[in-house]
């Protein structure tokens, strides 16, 4: 159960895409539950996976928004339980949980089905602060992590605000992986000469506009580099402004979205990839980066210190501290053998980085899982 799927994409859709697939490959009986956005056939096959689009309206605290879920639950909670009796799944595993995971809860307490829960920073690095504004997710989100089976983060970074601010009990820490066979060719990249690449969705958590803040200082200085950001969203026309107030409109290139393949080229051809997030529970990016054998600089904000050592395959910054990041970018551009030591050690690492590893460490969650409850179940029954 997903908090959003094809044809949207971002970290949490290409994680469940990419897991999805290995577990079919590893023997697996595999649905996709999503939520139903309006996109489509609310039932479709996408990359060999059959994927549900379900309903999942909530109550807001206003009398017109209870009133409203009041007359949209029962059609929504029969497409949940219809979907239910025709896959009859063995387990429920949430990934980002939102009104997913209050609908998977709902349907764990019906049919007691083992869930389990994996969070990808929805609670920190939500640009619309959900958490903080929704009772029923949180309310939901404490109940799922006491019952659920097992509980997943990227990073420790992600299980530490679980711990903190939603009652979490231990949890387990699954990284994510990269697609290894996309390899990314600086001789196919659609960006010539010397430039500087941020890749992402256009949104505030992202921090393209401190990069651009950054870069300022850099490209008012000539030397013929340009900063080029790859990605669409609601800070597009924002970004843009600030382009324009610094006057970097001939250095600063906002690309719009690529496709994984021409995203890889454009890597490879970089000079260095940087990821500017105020917050990131992981960074696929960096995986990407160090695939396509780009030098990397990434925030220091968030779960990346967990999996980059600074100095060795990356360089860590602050991307709230300007002139830190600054000087970093700098330090990037200037040295072309730390450069060449960090991609070296980014080719290296990435293979620890699969997708066949995360799709492993969650199928023997479900072994584990699946075996106590079939013990349970025998020793029940010997009792009765």
């Known amino acids: ?18 897991v999805a697939r290995e577990l079919i490959d590893l023997g697996c009986a595999v649905e996709v539950w999503s939520v139903d956005r309006g996109t489509g056939p609310v039932v479709r096959e996408v990359d060999g996976v059959r994927v549900r689009y379900l309903p999942t309206p909530l109550p807001s605290a206003s009398p017109g928004g209870i009133a409203r879920f009041v007359r949209a ?16 799944p063995d387990l429920l595993h949430i990934h980002c949980f939102g009104p997913n995971g209050a609908y998977a809860l709902a349907l764990h307490r019906r049919t007691r089905l083992p869930l389990i829960v994996t969070s990808h920073g929805e609670t920190i690095a939500d640009d619309r602060a959900v958490y903080d504004r929704s009772a029923v997710l949180r309310s939901a989100l404490r109940h799922a992590l006491a019952t659920a089976s097992a509980v997943t983060a990227p990073s420790g970074f992600v299980l530490d605000d679980l711990h903190a601010r939603f009652g979490l009990v231990g949890g387990e820490v699954v990284p994510n992986g990269v697609d290894l066979a996309v390899a990314g060719d600086a001789g196919r990249s659609p960006f010539g000469g010397d430039y500087l690449l941020a890749v992402g969705r256009l949104g505030r958590t992202k921090g393209f506009d401190l990069l651009i803040d950054a ?11 340009r900063l080029v950001i790859v990605g669409d969203g609601p800070e597009r026309a924002r970004l843009q402004a600030l382009v324009d107030e610094h006057g970097l409109g001939g250095h600063v290139v906002l690309a719009g979205r690529l496709d994984p393949a021409a995203v890889a080229d ?27 054998g780009a030098a990397l600089v990434m925030t220091s904000r968030g779960g990346a210190p967990g999996f980059v050592v600074d ?14 990041l600054r000087a970093t970018i700098n330090r990037i551009v200037a040295d072309r053998d730390l450069r060449a030591r960090m991609v070296e050690e980014g080719r290296r690492r990435v293979r620890e980085f699969t997708w066949r590893r995360v799709a492993e460490a969650y199928l023997a969650d479900y072994d584990r899982i699946l075996d106590g409850a079939e013990a349970h179940g025998r020793r029940a029954a010997e009792t009765a």
């Open 215 to 225: 870069m300022a200082g850099i490209l008012s200085g000539g030397g013929g580099i």
């Open 1 to 18: 159960m997903t908090s959003s799927y094809a044809p949207h994409v971002g970290g949490v859709e290409e994680h469940v895409r990419q």
């Open 311 to 324: 100095g060795v395959d990356g360089l860590l910054a602050d991307p709230l501290d300007i002139d830190a």
């Open 73 to 88: 639950f029962p059609a929504a909670w029969r497409r949940w339980r219809d979907a239910h009796a025709e896959f009859q």
């Open 266 to 292: 454009a890597m490879a051809g970089a000079l260095a990839v940087v990821v500017p997030s105020r917050t990131e529970a992981f960074g696929i990016v960096a995986l990407e980066a160090w695939r396509s």
